[in-house]
Nanobody, 123 residues
Framework: QVQVVESGGGLAQTGESLRLSCHAS????????MGWFRQAQGKGGEGVAV????????WYASSVKDRFTISRDIAENTVYLQMNDLKPEDTAMYYC????????????????WGQGTQVTVSS
């Protein structure tokens, strides 16, 4: 059974940085993807960034490209989301998710989810 556990998040001011971490266990395929998604209060969920194993192909939402970076520790099955130049509109609950198979960017394509971590950016 795949388990996903996030850590990080918290409070930041506009322009500051935060880093999220996510560890996945129980992945039984060499080809899988792990990604970050977010849901702001009163809004639907959206993809933020995804990385694919084994090649490292990435996908970013246009709203975070050039500010956020997804990276991975291959040996530890861990992904990180470095969030720089944070904006109030980045405030949301951030979730890490995993899927077996190819790279996808939609939340509906990911069956395994962590519990979420809150990111709040004040102006």
């Amino acid at each position: 059974q795949v388990q996903v556990v996030e850590s990080g998040g918290g409070l930041a001011q506009t322009g500051e940085s935060l880093r999220l971490s996510c560890h996945a266990s129980g992945l039984t395929d060499d080809h899988y993807a792990m990604g970050w998604f977010r849901q702001a209060q009163g809004k639907g969920g959206e993809g933020v960034a995804v990385v694919h194993w084994p090649g490292g192909t990435t996908w970013y939402a246009s709203s975070v490209k050039d500010r956020f970076t997804i990276s991975r520790d291959i040996a530890e099955n861990t992904v990180y989301l470095q969030m720089n130049d944070l904006k109030p509109e980045d405030t949301a609950m951030y979730y890490c998710a995993a899927r077996l198979g190819g790279l996808r960017s939609g939340p509906e394509d990911f069956p395994c989810w962590g519990q979420g971590t809150q990111v709040t950016v004040s102006s």
